[in-house]
């Protein structure tokens, strides 16, 4: 990599337009995302996602780079601007739903509930055994205060795939949010029986004895 690195230029504008793709993948490799991020700041956006990244391919080389992009910004905490190229991506390739489903779960932690909501219904008409996507429209559900609706979304996806470890995790957080403690914990640890590394759940199973505790 640092040889494929040493042989694209990127000194002027001129050469980051020229070798934008390979540059996007090679620092997506090495997960240097800031690099990514300072790539689009100097193209600008508008460049990029109005001349730069604009063609359907079969093989989705434009919507991929653009989904390169998005999560660059995503884990840079930019969440407006990885909309921004997650949305390039999914209107490049509208059929590839990994990019729909992560531009619906980005839509969601921007608060755009009803975006996200509506973009989660699209991936499910086209793939209605999406796990991920369901367990995604839940969770946009239990924001819009509906529990009931969060539940049963969240059932649906563990009855397609009982070790979802994403699913197991939301109804764990439900049912703590309801105070139903026991319940919480009972997915918590079906969770941490399948993988005991899981830190987040780690945290909530700590969080919810100490709350346990102070309850009794």
């Known amino acids: 990599m640092d040889s494929a ?44 996602l109005n001349t730069l990244l604009v063609k359907k391919t079969y ?14 910004f995503y884990h840079q905490r930019d969440l407006q601007r990885a909309i921004n190229y997650y ?21 969601a932690a921007k608060g755009l509930l009803a975006e996200a909501e509506k ?6 008409v086209e793939h ?8 995604n429209l839940g969770y946009v559900k239990l924001s819009q205060g509906k529990a009931n609706e969060a539940e049963q979304l969240y059932a649906k996806a563990l009855s397609l795939d009982p070790d979802y470890e994403a699913a197991l995790l939301n109804m764990a957080g439900l049912y703590a949010y309801q105070k139903n403690y026991k319940k919480a914990e009972l997915y918590l640890n079906k969770l941490l029986k399948r993988n005991p ?18 309850v009794s």
């Not at 040493?6 to 337009?17: E, G, I, N, S």
């Not at 590394?197 to 102070?214: E, I, W």
């Open 128 to 135: 209605p055994k999406h796990v991920s996507a369901i367990t």
């Open 197 to 214: 590394t899981n830190q987040q759940a780690d945290r909530k199973s700590t969080r919810l004895n100490s709350s346990h505790a102070n």
């Open 87 to 107: 949305k390039k991506a999914v209107d490049l390739a509208p059929y590839v739903l990994d990019f729909k489903n992560k531009y619906g779960t980005t839509l």
């Open 5 to 48: 690195a040493f042989y694209l230029k990127h000194q002027t504008v001129a050469d980051l337009r020229a070798n934008m793709e390979p540059l996007v993948q090679l620092y997506f490799i090495q997960q240097n995302f800031s690099k990514i991020c300072d790539l689009a700041t100097t193209l600008t956006d508008a460049t990029i």
């Open 59 to 72: 093989a989705n080389d434009h919507a991929w780079t653009s989904y390169r992009f998005g999560e660059a």
């Open 119 to 124: 973009t989660f219904k699209d991936i499910l």
